[in-house]
């Protein structure tokens, strides 16, 4: 019953990779691997899991990040969409990367199966375009606040095309710093 990772695809953006699942379907409903290791060997490599946390958004518009853990436990993570549907962007903040300041969106969805994996020094944010919609995401490092930083999602630098108007902006996302700030 079990599927295969369907398609991986690298992005300009070194290590982001953008993960195409195919779920098992038949009358019951459907099974997907959410994150099978010797699948996707060649982009996690040998990084450990050390978490996976769920998120749910209620309203149509919120907006989470743009958030990235550096520091002494920079992580990677595997992000899905186990119900509804958001726009997932993907920002690259590291120094010294020829991308640096490029992003790129992509829509997860639960009903599409599929998922990006960001790699250390890329920062993530979203925007939700169902209500009630959840993510998973599988951690490669413990979470540490004192490591975690953002940047702020209208950062004119970026011009990131959110797709709605922004609701639910948490205060701290409010006050992140600019990319050229962090």
């Known amino acids: 019953?079990?599927?295969?990772?369907?398609?991986?695809?690298?992005?300009?953006?070194?290590?982001?990779?953008?993960?195409?699942?195919s779920p098992f379907?038949?009358?019951?409903?459907?099974?997907?691997?959410?994150?099978?290791?010797e699948d996707l060997a060649p982009w996690w490599g040998d990084r450990p899991v050390h978490q996976i946390n769920v998120s749910r958004t209620e309203r149509i518009g919120a907006l989470r990040g743009l958030h990235v853990q550096r520091g002494v436990t920079p992580e990677?993570?595997?992000?899905?969409?186990?119900?509804?549907?958001?726009?997932?962007?993907?920002?690259d903040g590291r120094q010294g990367s020829p991308t640096r300041g490029q992003w790129l969106a992509l829509e997860l969805s639960a009903e599409a199966g599929n998922a990006w994996l960001i790699p250390?020094?890329?920062l993530h944010g979203f925007?939700?375009?169902?209500?009630?919609?959840?993510?998973?995401?599988?951690?490669?490092?413990?979470?540490?606040?004192?490591?975690?930083?953002?940047?702020?999602?209208?950062?004119?630098?970026?011009?990131?095309?959110w797709p709605l108007p922004v609701v639910d902006l948490s205060p701290r996302d409010q006050?992140?710093?600019?990319?050229?700030?962090l």
Not at 76 to 91: E, S
């Open 25 to 37: 379907l038949d009358d019951r409903g459907s099974f997907l691997n959410a994150f099978r290791r």
């Open 127 to 161: 925007q939700v375009l169902e209500a009630g919609s959840e993510l998973l995401y599988v951690h490669s490092a413990p979470y540490r606040p004192a490591d975690q930083v953002g940047v702020v999602w209208n950062d004119p630098d970026l011009g990131i095309a």
């Open 76 to 91: 990677a993570k595997l992000v899905r969409c186990l119900r509804g549907r958001v726009f997932d962007v993907a920002l």
């Open 120 to 122: 250390e020094g890329c």
């Open 1 to 21: 019953m079990a599927q295969r990772l369907a398609q991986a695809h690298p992005t300009a953006i070194e290590g982001l990779v953008a993960l195409a699942s």
């Open 175 to 181: 006050q992140l710093p600019r990319l050229a700030d």
